[in-house]
């Protein structure tokens, strides 16, 4: 191996373990975020906002009433939301007509929404709860969001980690592409 080769690689590695911490720590400010403040959408948002620069406060807004699935309605995951938001903001189409962006925006959604569903093992809040607690929990009826927080939902473990997990998912696929941008 030449002296350029060795250069390379020794580059190549250190970037490597740097996303890797970049990673880590969008995981740890996503789980953190959710078990400060709560709200899925916006724990996931936040995090790759302040990690990676992307979005703006109209989409972190727009996120506030997308956690436990829709307005606490169980549906899709508020922190798949959020990271499919966050790419949208990033590569969404600004017109209607522009159908080449719509497009491109799909792919990596596309993406994290598999990868998500692959580690976590659903994408609709409520089957993530069976999955997670062993119990759907209808955070709609006070009682029951009552019960999902004190029997550890929010929790280390609970849903911020989910919270973490789609962070941590969005941003690598955000920085793939930012890398594919150079």
Not at 97 to 118: C, G
Request: glycine share 10%; proline share 2%; hydrophobic share 40%.
């Amino acid at each position: 191996m030449n002296s350029e080769a060795v250069e390379e690689s020794a580059q190549e590695e250190a970037l490597m373990v740097n996303r890797e911490k970049i990673l880590d720590e969008i995981f740890e400010l996503a789980l953190q975020n959710d078990m400060d403040y709560f709200g899925w959408t916006q724990a996931v948002l936040a995090a790759l906002q302040e990690k990676l620069n992307v979005g703006s406060q109209e989409v972190f807004k727009a996120g506030s009433a997308l956690a436990g699935g829709v307005a606490r309605q169980g549906e899709t995951c508020g922190a798949l939301t959020g990271a499919i938001m966050a790419i949208g903001s990033m590569i969404g189409r600004e017109r209607l007509e522009d159908l080449e962006q719509y497009r491109k925006a799909m792919e990596p959604a596309s993406r994290i929404y598999s990868l998500f569903k692959e580690k976590v093992g659903h994408t609709l809040c409520w089957e993530i709860h069976k999955i997670r607690y062993g119990k759907i929990y209808k955070l709609f009826i006070p009682e029951e969001s009552e019960a999902f927080h004190n029997m550890g939902g929010h929790s280390r473990k609970g849903c911020p980690e989910v919270c973490g997990i789609a962070a941590r998912i969005a941003a690598n696929v955000i920085l793939d592409l930012k890398e594919g941008s150079k």
